[in-house]
Every structure is written in structure tokens, then in C-alpha cells.
């Protein structure tokens, strides 16, 4: 009796790791800006499964570091702010970026101006009609 009870907890556990890994755990998060088509964010699991979500450009109103207080602590994060289809200068949603790594301020820094620089190439671009 004792040895299924056993056997059946560890079952259950390894079941737990599993689905930990492959839908919870993100082992790496990249960015990829491309200022004529849009932004593709991914993640890759633990697992090996990645997950990509694409934003196109015309959706984009801009990119920038936001701040939160969590237990007394500052946390900065990158996001992206959507333009609102019904009123240009509003913002429909907030997207943000890299929350299971976290990288640090100086970095996000690093990689805010880098889609600063795409994102004012796209606006003083001529558009095509």
C-alpha cells in the first residue's frame, strides 16, 4: 500500500516537472525590431517549445522603459505601447517584454535605444503609398 502511495507521488511529481518545463519555465528571450514590417517578440521554453508573437509597425505607437515597486524594490522593464485604432494620440494596450529574464536597467537601456533608432528611421522614412 505504502510503496503505491509512493510510486504515485512520484509519478504525479514528475508529471508537474514536465509541464513546468515545457509551458512555465522560459529559458531565453530575444527581440527582433524590423523597422518595415514590425516587432517579433520570442520565447523559448525549457522544454525547447518557443512561443513568437509578431506586432506590426503600423500598430506601434512607441517603445519605453517602464518602473514598478514590488516589495520595496524597483523593477524597469521594456515595453511597447499600441497605438489606438479610434484616437491616434491614445494608447490601447501596454505589451511588456522580457519578464521572465529581467534583465537589468542598463541593458534594457541598451536595447531602448537601439528601437528608438529603428523607430524614428521609420518615421522621418517617405511612405509609400
Same mark, same amino acid.
Given at each position: 500500500?505504502?510503496?503505491?502511495?509512493? *510510486?504515485?507521488?512520484?509519478?504525479?511529481? +514528475? =508529471?508537474?516537472?514536465? &509541464? %513546468?518545463?515545457?509551458?512555465?519555465?522560459?529559458?531565453?528571450?530575444?527581440?527582433?525590431? =524590423? !523597422?518595415?514590417? !514590425?516587432?517579433?517578440?520570442?520565447?523559448? %521554453?525549457?522544454?525547447?517549445?518557443? *512561443?513568437?508573437?509578431?506586432?506590426?509597425?503600423?500598430?506601434? @505607437?512607441?517603445?519605453?522603459?517602464?518602473?514598478?515597486?514590488?516589495?520595496? @524594490?524597483?523593477? %524597469?522593464?521594456? #515595453?511597447?505601447?499600441? /497605438?489606438?485604432? !479610434?484616437?491616434?494620440? !491614445?494608447?490601447?494596450?501596454?505589451?511588456? +517584454?522580457? /519578464?521572465?529574464? @529581467?534583465?537589468?536597467?542598463? #541593458?534594457?537601456? $541598451? &536595447? %531602448? @535605444?537601439? #528601437? /528608438?533608432? =529603428?523607430? $524614428? /528611421?521609420?518615421?522621418?522614412?517617405?511612405? *509609400?503609398?
Amino acid at each position: 500500500q505504502n510503496s503505491m502511495v509512493l *510510486s504515485a507521488a512520484i509519478f504525479i511529481t +514528475l =508529471i508537474g516537472l514536465i &509541464v %513546468y518545463l515545457h509551458f512555465v519555465k522560459i529559458d531565453q528571450e530575444s527581440l527582433l525590431v =524590423i !523597422g518595415s514590417l !514590425g516587432i517579433q517578440v520570442t520565447s523559448s %521554453y525549457a522544454s525547447g517549445k518557443e *512561443s513568437t508573437t509578431f506586432i506590426e509597425m503600423g500598430q506601434v @505607437k512607441d517603445v519605453v522603459i517602464n518602473e514598478a515597486i514590488h516589495m520595496q @524594490k524597483v523593477i %524597469y522593464y521594456l #515595453c511597447i505601447l499600441l /497605438q489606438d485604432p !479610434g484616437d491616434p494620440q !491614445g494608447v490601447s494596450e501596454v505589451v511588456p +517584454l522580457f /519578464q521572465s529574464s @529581467k534583465p537589468r536597467l542598463d #541593458c534594457l537601456i $541598451e &536595447v %531602448y @535605444k537601439s #528601437c /528608438q533608432e =529603428i523607430l $524614428e /528611421q521609420r518615421k522621418t522614412a517617405p511612405q *509609400s503609398s
